[in-house]
T-cell receptor
């Protein structure tokens, strides 16, 4: 049973470009969470999705960031018009059930904005 | 707003020593508390999860305690080994935001010297 798969593992973008980060949850998991780890800071919750639905996006910046988890395919975190402050590690986690605290994390996608 | 603090930020010990990592949180109305391990460039691995009604959890050489009223948790590692070298993260969840929406500390970077 493969773990949570994230790609790309490393992504370099110039200011103003778009970044797309993908997350395939563990098999059988329908709950996906995105966290961001800024340099020298702790991980911070961004968004919680269940298949085709955004359940909680209270941690998402209001502009330029969006997330989806379609019926088929991976969850995608999209950052439009990236700025240097978006440089961070973005972690995806999945869970088989809601509200258990049982989270399985991927290895993260490291975004560098030049 | 929940704030999680971990002290020390870094710790270096000789192999075989017992050690304690500390975590404190500002809002004691937590749902649960978890300790994670993060290896460089890797994802997070859950080590121990303590429900708010529990006082401690043990797994092998690891023991985590929780004092909810004082907003503190400790992770005790017995007979440390070089393979324990990693960053240890403490995270809490709140009832109002759900068990899978975690508030993380910035971690303690542990180095066990052979």
């Amino acid at each position: 049973n493969a773990g949570v798969m994230q790609n790309p593992r490393h992504l370099v973008r110039r200011r103003g470009q778009e970044a797309r980060l993908r997350c395939s949850p563990m098999k059988g998991h329908s709950h996906v969470y995105w966290y961001r780890q800024l340099p020298e800071e702790g991980l911070k919750f961004m968004v919680y999705l269940q298949k085709e639905n955004i359940i909680d996006e209270s941690g998402m910046p209001k502009e330029r960031f969006s997330a989806e988890f379609p019926k088929e395919g991976p969850s995608i975190l999209r950052i439009q018009q990236v700025v240097r402050g978006d440089s961070a590690a973005y972690f995806c986690a999945s869970s088989p059930r809601r509200n258990t605290g049982e989270l399985f994390f991927g290895e993260g996608s490291r975004l560098t904005v030049l | 707003k929940q704030e999680v603090t971990q002290i020390p930020a870094a710790l270096s010990v000789p192999e075989g020593e017992n050690l304690v990592l500390n975590c404190s949180f500002t809002d004691s109305a937590i749902y649960n508390l978890q300790w994670f391990r993060q290896d460089p460039g890797k994802g997070l691995t859950s080590l121990l999860l303590i429900q708010s009604s529990q006082r401690e959890q043990t797994s092998g050489r690891l023991n985590a305690s929780l004092d909810k009223s004082s907003g503190r948790s400790t992770l005790y590692i017995a007979a440390s080994q070089p393979g324990d070298s990693a960053t240890y993260l403490c995270a809490v969840s709140m009832a109002q935001t759900g068990a899978n929406n975690l508030f993380f500390g910035t971690g303690t970077r542990l180095t066990v010297i052979p």
